[in-house]
T-cell receptor, first 109, second 115 residues
């Protein structure tokens, strides 16, 4: 079956770095997405990886290893506004997104 | 990025009535639209996928006669919750994707409360 695993909740300190991991199993693979979702709001796009390696975008970076079925989202210089849920989603061979349950990130001062 | 507008943002309706939610792509042609439901503290659950001009494909367990989806144009899809009941109260979110594009853009979501 198709499955996405990511931690339920993580806590980090303002100004620090946090890495949110995601493992996936899908029928075929057409890329890995990360979305940020604040409570009560729709998700917003953060990153898309389809090739192995690290993609850096400001304070956020995303890594993909297709052979390991693994990705992570790295957040640097954490700010209080980064407190949100982070959703990992893998796109299968039919271009459908398989969603993880999300990781709730709590930032403490 | 592309803009997807969803309306209304929130709605309260009486049990037994129907509610229509609109999803519009404002600056691109959405060949595929997705409708999701999200209960509190849970992930997105795909309800159905619709391609412009054809019938929607519903996920297992989603009643197609209760959740009517219309995707009549390349910029508009609607979800109608018919004979709504309190258990239908949820956050409904649409996303839209253009031809040959992998990324889908989300609408703002609609908070439905059935009383």
């Amino acid at each position: 079956g198709q499955n996405i695993d990511q931690p339920t909740e993580m806590t980090a300190t303002e100004g620090a770095i946090v890495q949110i991991n995601c493992t996936y199993q899908t029928s075929g693979f057409n890329g890995l997405f990360w979305y940020q979702q604040h409570a009560g709001e729709a998700p917003t796009f953060l990153s898309y990886n389809v090739l192995d390696g690290l993609e850096e975008k400001g304070r956020f970076s995303s890594f993909l290893s297709r052979s390991k079925g693994y990705s992570y989202l790295l957040l640097k210089e954490l700010q209080m506004k980064d407190s949100a849920s982070y959703l990992c989603a893998a796109m299968d061979s039919n271009y459908q997104l398989i969603w993880g349950a999300g990781t709730k990130l709590i930032i403490k001062p | 990025g592309a803009v997807v507008s969803q309306h209304p943002s929130w709605v309260i309706c009486k049990s037994g009535t129907s509610v229509k939610i609109e999803c519009r792509s404002l600056d691109f042609q959405a060949t595929t639209m997705f409708w999701y439901r999200q209960f509190p503290k849970q992930s997105l659950m795909l309800m159905a996928t619709s391609n412009e001009g054809s019938k929607a494909t519903y996920e297992q367990g989603v009643e197609k006669d209760k959740f009517l989806i219309n995707h009549a144009s390349l910029t508009l899809s609607t979800l109608t919750v018919t004979s709504a009941h309190p258990e239908d109260s949820s956050f409904y979110i649409c996303s839209a994707r253009g031809q040959g594009v992998t990324e889908a853009f989300f609408g703002q979501g609609t908070r439905l409360t059935v009383v």
